[in-house]
């Protein structure tokens, strides 16, 4: 089923002081497709986990209107949306058995034992929950706890099913199982699903797509892919792993874009159609798209090498350049082959002209 947002605006009142606002959504407009897992992905604050309680009827919008295949839902109350939450706290009940928890959303719809057993059952099987279900949730680990909770919210088949940061309160390893976990079943099952997170890579994992938010409004929205290799301006490009940037004054703009930076003139793909000749603007630079070699006349820029972690597969430098306040980042992803430089080498930085992206 599709989910649709068309102008939704949530604005909250301070309870402390009547007379204040605070706009937490702001004008967030939205097609997310019948099987599509959208992500969205922002700092504290940024008005996400709002956007999710809109759609799913815990929370009124202020302006706009809500769609879910097609039907105004601006009115319907979350029960009767055909929607399902997987809550950061898993939210299972600590007095029922695995199975018991499993089956208890279809209890409440009034369907029969046996063929609530029947479903249940199937699901477990699915989940790799079968030799658990007659276990209490507090013999469970906490993946198997999140198992439960994501069969709980599928055994209902809804509509559209919603996951409020699902892996907050589980150690590094386990959040990348169960990452990994969450993306195949949601996609074994075809589930139009909305994923709630503050971790980039957890979104670069499961998402379809990405709505990557800031202070209430889309900053981008686009593929894994194109929101880190070509973001759409300073924020998304900052939020999303590291970068380099770089001032520049545009030249021309047509096919490619040419710009001056540090007294030398480049070419670069022309993906962002907001840049304009004549005007301020700036390279980003992933530090994986920078190369390390000899100091170089023909370098993009030259300086020192302050910091350098080894770490077996890659090197993590970080270059000193002078007139510049921020270090230079970059990664060498193969140093066996392309050498090791250590702290106090003079070295000059290259990238190939793919690799860079010209924002406003």
Do not use: W
């Not at 770490?311 to 270059?319: K, Q, S």
């Amino acid at each position: 089923m599709s989910v649709t947002l068309v102008k939704v605006t949530k604005i909250f009142t301070d309870q402390d002081d009547k007379s204040k606002e605070f706009t937490a959504v702001d004008d967030v407009n939205i097609e997310i497709k019948e099987g599509e897992m959208v992500t969205f992905l922002g700092p504290s604050g940024c008005g996400k986990t709002t956007t999710l309680r809109i759609i799913s009827g815990f929370e009124k919008q202020t302006k706009g209107d809500v769609y879910i295949d097609g039907t105004l839902v601006n009115d319907l109350p979350a029960n009767k949306r055909n929607s399902s939450m997987v809550f950061q706290s898993y939210a299972i009940f600590p007095h029922l058995t695995v199975e018991e928890n499993i089956g208890f959303g279809l209890e409440l719809k009034g369907m029969k034992k046996s063929q609530i057993k029947s479903e249940v059952d199937v699901i477990m099987r699915t989940m790799g929950l079968s030799a658990l279900g007659s276990r209490q949730p507090s013999q469970l680990s906490g993946g198997q706890q999140q198992r439960v909770a994501l069969a709980r919210a599928i055994v209902t088949k809804p509509r559209v099913l919603l996951f409020d940061e699902p892996l907050s309160n589980l150690d590094a390893k386990l959040r990348d199982q169960m990452r990994t976990e969450i993306r195949r079943i949601q996609q074994q099952f075809g589930i139009t699903s909305i994923y709630v997170t503050h971790d980039q890579d957890e979104a670069m994992t499961v998402s379809d797509r990405i709505m990557v938010m800031d202070k209430g409004r889309i900053q981008q929205l686009g593929t894994p892919f194109e929101i880190y290799s070509r973001p759409t301006n300073h924020f998304v490009a900052d939020f999303i792993g590291r970068a380099n940037f770089f001032s520049c004054m545009v030249k021309s703009v047509s096919d490619v874009v040419t710009v001056e930076v540090n007294q030398k003139q480049y070419q670069f793909p022309a993906f962002n159609k907001d840049v304009k000749a004549g005007k301020r603007a700036t390279v980003v630079i992933r530090p994986e798209g920078l190369h390390i070699q000899k100091n170089s006349e023909q370098a993009f820029f030259n300086g020192k090498i302050t910091e350098a972690v080894y770490l077996g597969a890659t090197v993590e430098y970080e270059i000193s350049v002078k007139g510049r306040t921020e270090p230079i980042v970059a990664i060498s992803y193969n140093p066996v082959k392309e050498g090791l430089y250590k702290v106090g080498d003079e070295v000059g930085v290259t990238f190939d002209p793919i690799s860079a992206h010209v924002i406003l």
